[in-house]
């Protein structure tokens, strides 16, 4: 079944379904799995959340293991905490929409900020009465365990609530759970806090919550892009706008774990810091710059007008001005640092090199190799700087950076990365280097792969490898294939193939049963995404061959059914590559021994040659294909 892909904004449907095999790929934007993939990536559930979804859906009885008195009693703790929260929730906001001092003072408020009823309902808004244990004896009454409230620091050790005369904020988490709470003051007493955020607690902790991504999540994958403001206030009135790609951190910086939020939730890892024209703003765009950088997303910075913020702006132009006002103004953290300080280091070189230091670290920190490269030649366009100096200061900071990362990899007892061997030299992969370091990636050897041939064997292994090749000796396909290629599974080019290849043999010699299905909810997700890639294809069988020219297939099965003659010939192929690799081996061998006095080495060689070209020469006139010598 074909349709338009729910994770990205296209109009010619690429997002394919195969219900026999319980999986969806899109051609589009790359995403694909299983049903429980699809929840995980599409509502952002857990996998435990996904499982239990579908169980309820289809009403379909699950089979859990036993859990330990301790598990049990976490799991319990968990759901009455967020209980509680929910509570919370409700209670705050029926004191605002319920009592006469909460519609006149926080109501009221709302409605002078311009918050429509389909906002302060979307986003929970609330009211904290002014009394000081009306939460705590609420729950109480209701029947629940005030120990709880103070667990989630909604009630203090001495019974009084957390919040008071305070409009709330509910926080919840990407699958809609409240997790805490933001209270913002209506007093103007300067003395008094302007905002006053839940303390950390089981549930919530604030580096892994965005304030809005559970409602901007849908729209973020539509776009391709995540709006990053400063505000609650900020981010509904951008949803509110129709602008609704939009979150906040939740008083604080955003940090790494906000960056892998919002890169799980963008196909590309779009983000726009959209700040305040004060001197704050531009601060904030600075200081988040670091943790967005090192998680590999595309960043751009909105600096809007002087006295301006989101809420202000969107408020007084509309949705549409906003829209424009990004799409002219969005420049590349690189243009906009030097933006900001162009007056500064047009007049001051003492300035431009430490600009240049502070461009040339944020630079190392992104780890694709080609986008710092483009950066690097930004940076010495814009500043008329030798190129080849800041690359070898940015190789000079990553190579510190992997010294750092590789000791305290030997002070925990473990090696980081690849080792050259027993040389004793250091291993450094070269693409973390725009120049070749002075200490080189320990080379292989190997003059062409066999990756193609390797990936075939692993297709027909997860699709088929269950299925029967020689029914009359019960063996398998798996059986056929690892019993021809068991002697040299070592020796695969691609090791990630190998790895999966050992799994299946592993798995086969321990009599486990390893299928389709257990491929396709692997727990690495490397092995998920490949399942899904080498069995879902763009294309179909043309239908004319049998319905307009009458001429259906008489001797054999159709080819995705047919997986003997399949097996047989991705054998063949590999089998091939690899006599055709030791035919090269042996003819530099060849060239070798020619320049030197062992005849009869130079003998011997040149006879194991002309055998491993007969052989490559059979298996080639097998499978009808041309050897080029």
Not at 564 to 580: H, M, N, P, S
Request: hydrophobic letters at 35%; one cysteine or more; a negative charge.
């Amino acid at each position: 079944m074909i349709g338009l892909c729910p994770f990205h904004g296209e109009k010619t449907p690429s997002f394919n379904v195969s219900p026999g095999r319980n999986i969806f790929k899109c051609f589009g934007c790359g995403k694909g799995g299983d049903a429980v993939t699809f929840l995980k990536e599409h509502e952002n559930m857990s996998f435990e959340d996904a499982i239990r979804w579908i169980a309820s859906k289809y009403r379909l009885q699950l089979e859990e293991i036993e859990l330990s008195a301790e598990d049990v009693k976490d799991r319990l703790l968990q759901d009455s905490l967020y209980l509680v929260n929910d509570f919370a929730a409700d209670h705050f906001r029926k004191q605002m929409m319920e009592t006469d001092y909460g519609k006149s003072v926080a109501l009221y408020y709302c409605k002078q900020r311009g918050f429509l009823d389909e906002s302060i309902e979307k986003f929970s808004i609330g009211w904290a009465a002014d009394a000081g244990d009306a939460l705590t004896k609420a729950a109480a009454s209701a029947g629940y365990n005030v120990d709880l409230l103070k667990k989630l620091k909604l009630s203090t050790d001495t019974g009084r609530d957390f919040f008071r005369s305070r409009l709330m904020f509910p926080i919840q988490n990407l699958t809609g759970k409240f997790v805490g709470f933001a209270g913002r003051t209506l007093s103007n007493d300067k003395s008094v806090p302007k905002y006053v955020n839940s303390p950390e607690s089981e549930l919530y902790i604030k580096s892994k919550v965005l304030y809005g991504a559970f409602q901007a999540k849908k729209a973020i994958q539509q776009l391709d892009e995540c709006i990053v403001v400063e505000g609650y206030s900020d981010v509904i009135s951008l949803h509110q706008s129709g602008i609704e790609n939009a979150v906040a951190p939740c008083g604080t910086a955003l940090v790494e774990d906000h960056a892998r939020i919002i890169k799980r939730l963008t196909r590309t890892g779009n983000i726009v810091f959209l700040f305040d024209g004060d001197a704050a703003g531009i601060a904030a765009a600075t200081k988040n710059l670091k943790n967005v950088l090192s998680q590999d997303l595309n960043v751009k910075i909105v600096i809007l007008p002087d006295a301006e913020d989101p809420d202000s702006y969107v408020r007084k132009h509309g949705a549409e001005a906003m829209r424009k006002y990004i799409a002219v103004h969005a420049q590349d953290f690189i243009f906009f640092k030097i933006a900001q300080q162009q007056k500064e280091i047009d007049r001051d070189p003492v300035s431009k090199v430490k600009l240049l230091r502070e461009l040339i670290g944020l630079i190392a920190l992104i780890p694709d190799q080609i986008r710092r490269s483009v950066y690097i030649r930004e940076c010495s366009s814009r500043l008329d700087v030798s190129e080849q100096s800041l690359v070898s200061e940015l190789n000079k900071l990553i190579y510190q950076d992997l010294s750092k990362k590789k000791q305290a990899a030997d002070k925990s007892g473990s090696r980081a990365g690849q080792q050259s061997g027993d040389t004793g030299e250091e291993y450094f992969d070269e693409s973390d280097f725009l120049t070749k370091p002075k200490k080189s990636v320990h080379e292989t050897g190997k003059t062409f792969g066999s990756q193609l041939q390797e990936k075939d064997i692993v297709r027909i292994l997860i699709t088929a490898g269950e299925r029967i090749y020689d029914e009359s000796n019960s063996i398998s396909i798996a059986d056929y294939i690892l019993g021809n290629i068991a002697e040299v599974i070592d020796d695969f080019d691609d090791k990630f193939y190998e790895s999966v290849v050992k799994e299946y043999l592993q798995r086969q010699n321990t009599g486990e049963v390893t299928n389709f299905q257990y491929f396709i909810q692997h727990p690495d997700e490397k092995v998920r995404r490949l399942t899904v890639d080498l069995t879902t294809s763009p294309d179909e069988y043309s239908p004319n061959w049998e319905k307009r020219w009458q001429l259906p297939l008489q001797f054999q099965k159709m080819p995705e059914e047919n997986f003997t003659l399949d097996t047989e010939q991705a054998l063949k192929r590999f089998l091939l590559r690899r006599v055709g690799q030791i035919c090269q081996k042996n003819h530099e061998r060849i060239r070798e021994l020619s320049s030197g006095d062992n005849m009869d080495e130079l003998v011997i060689a040149m006879k194991a040659h002309q055998k491993y070209v007969e052989l490559r020469n059979s298996i080639a006139k097998e499978l009808g294909v041309v050897v080029l010598k």
